[in-house]
């Protein structure tokens, strides 16, 4: 009799691996429901793979505002989302060396960094995903997503060289498994070296001068650094390189335009 088992089919993606959320952002993808629906999107670095994003529905009758930083809409995410799903394992899940809230746990952990709508929250943490079947009951069925099975820790201080570096670097991305004090240094460790400065942001060339200047009169009009965000990108999206897109999509470096060009 022959074996059917060879006539199984895979995915192709990934099933198991630990991922650092470098980034985080409400948005669309066409590949859900064409585009119309925002979703939670994580943008995770993974050592040996390059940064992917794994989305997270939502449901509807949300608005993205602050470019992406955070929604507005119903007071509580659905339960049948699949960011419904990722926050009642974020509740089963502990967070290594965090003793903070009820138990603990990743949600304990979040939910002292913002609140459900903002994107921020996710950013630093580190993750085993995995892919799983979640039964979702009847109407519905089973359905396949990638879900986090293990927190692996935080990263306070992330940044594209941070993930680089990871990717790079993939014996020293999980945790080694050190007992953290949140208050302190790891157990067993030394004192860590104080940071050094941040480096300084690039000096802009060619069409970004031009672009800056246009961005200075949005900063002086804008009372607020996301009305700074939102106003930017909406009236000079098709303008924007990648690195000052990326300024204006994380919250301290678009603050930090915001008042350079004030000045």
Not at 124 to 143: A, P, V, W, Y
Not at 147 to 162: I, K, R, T, Y
Request: charged share 30%.
């Amino acid at each position: 009799m022959g074996d059917k088992k060879s006539f199984e089919l895979d995915s192709g993606l990934p099933d198991d691996y630990e991922v650092l959320v470098e980034r985080a952002e409400f948005g669309y993808r066409e590949i859900y429901r064409g585009g119309d629906v925002p979703l939670l999107i994580l943008y995770c670095a993974s050592p040996g793979m390059e940064t992917r994003e794994e989305l997270f529905s939502i449901g509807s009758g949300w608005e993205i505002t602050a470019v992406g930083t955070s929604v507005e809409g119903p007071s509580k995410f659905l339960a049948s989302s699949w960011i419904g799903r990722l926050i009642v394992r974020c509740n089963e899940l502990d967070m290594p060396g965090f003793e903070g809230g009820d138990k603990g746990t990743v949600l304990d952990f979040i939910a002292e960094r913002g609140t459900a709508q903002d994107a921020h929250i996710w950013i630093g943490l580190k993750f085993r995903m995995i892919r799983e079947e979640i039964d979702f009951g009847e109407g519905i069925g089973l359905k396949r997503h990638i879900m986090p099975a293990e927190c692996l820790g935080f990263v306070e201080d992330v940044s594209a060289e941070v993930a680089a570096k990871a990717a790079d670097e993939a014996a020293d991305f999980a945790d080694d498994g050190a007992e953290v004090d949140w208050e302190g240094t790891p157990e067993g460790e030394e004192e860590p070296l104080p940071k050094s400065e941040p480096e300084p942001e690039p000096e802009p060339q060619g069409q970004d001068v031009v672009v800056l200047a246009l961005l200075k009169s949005v900063a002086l009009e804008a009372d607020t650094v996301v009305d700074f965000q939102t106003a930017a990108v909406s009236s000079h999206a098709s303008k924007l390189s990648d690195e000052l897109l990326g300024r204006l999509m994380d919250p301290e470096k678009a603050e930090q335009l915001y008042e350079e060009l004030r000045k």
